[in-house]
């Protein structure tokens, strides 16, 4: 079983950028597809972006060309890069894992990932 950890949130103004981190513990991300979802106040938490196991990775529309998903060579830690950050962005920001081993599918939806961080804020400042 993996144990995920965020850190890296924070207030930022319209157009800065970010780093969040997600950690791994108990288990190396091999095998298990690592994406990010965000959940604003009153609304359905939302797939942001994915990273397989093989090092593909797979962004939901409204972040593609801002933000980039990469984890470092050990596979313990995964990292979303901000960019380009609008206060629509504002959100909690939770890390999620999903075991991968014999799937070939890019996982978007909430309820296909069994394993989740505790989430870091990131608020977007206007």
């Known amino acids: 079983q993996v144990q995920l950890v965020e850190s890296g949130g924070g207030l930022v103004q319209a157009g800065g950028s970010l780093r969040v981190s997600c950690a791994a513990s108990?288990?190396?991300?091999?095998?298990?597809?690592a994406a990010w979802f965000r959940q604003a106040p009153g609304k359905e938490r939302e797939f942001v972006a994915g990273?397989?196991?093989?090092?593909?990775?797979y962004y939901a529309d409204s972040v593609k060309g801002r933000f980039t998903i990469s984890r470092d060579n050990a596979k313990t830690t995964v990292y979303l890069q901000m960019n380009s950050l609008k206060p629509r962005d504002t959100a909690v920001y939770y890390c999620?894992?999903?075991?991968?081993?014999?799937?070939?599918?890019?996982?978007?939806?909430?309820?296909?990932?069994?394993?989740w961080g505790q989430g870091t804020q990131v608020t977007v400042s206007s």
């Open positions: 999620a894992a999903r075991w991968a081993f014999g799937r070939s599918d890019y996982p978007q939806s909430p309820g296909l990932f069994g394993f």
């Open positions: 108990g288990r190396t991300f091999n095998n298990y597809v």
């Open positions: 990273i397989r196991w093989t090092g593909n990775t």
